[in-house]
């Protein structure tokens, strides 16, 4: 049975000044050094941590074709595709992965990418297809 993953905190060995101004992509010292919670990095893994543990218990009580299975199902509910202007609710995925019925902290505080909003079909489509 594998290890369980263990977050570290990461500091710099060797600060990064440079005696120019930082640009947005780049990092300067005050971001090497800003304080970073380790539970930021274990909760953004955590959906990924808890498919890989599912997983793992579901080879060793089924066998290996059940994970394979629900790895293939879940690569072809990724692909389904919508028209560029449309939002995916992603339903297929969360359904498989048992969270459809889970009410959770981006469900109610509305995150982004699951904002309502319409963008001109006409323009988006015309720029997918490089017509513009």
């Not at 290890?3 to 120019?20: R, Y």
């Not at 297929?92 to 319409?118: A, C, H, K, S």
């Amino acid at each position: 049975m594998a290890q369980s993953i263990k977050v570290q905190p990461v500091m710099p060995a060797v600060l990064n000044a440079e005696p120019t101004g930082s640009l947005p992509g780049k990092t300067n010292c005050l971001s090497q050094l800003a304080y970073v919670h380790r539970l930021r990095d274990s909760e953004a893994n955590y959906n990924q941590h808890q498919y890989n543990l599912s997983m793992q218990m579901m080879r060793n009580r089924e066998g290996l074709n059940f994970p394979l299975k629900m790895g293939m199902e879940l690569f072809a509910a990724r692909q389904v595709g919508r028209l560029p202007f449309l939002q995916s609710s992603n339903v297929m995925e969360d359904v498989l992965l048992g969270r459809d019925e889970m009410i959770t902290f981006e469900d109610y505080l509305g995150v982004p990418e699951n904002y309502e909003f319409m963008r001109q079909p006409h323009v988006v489509m015309e720029k997918s297809l490089g017509i513009l």
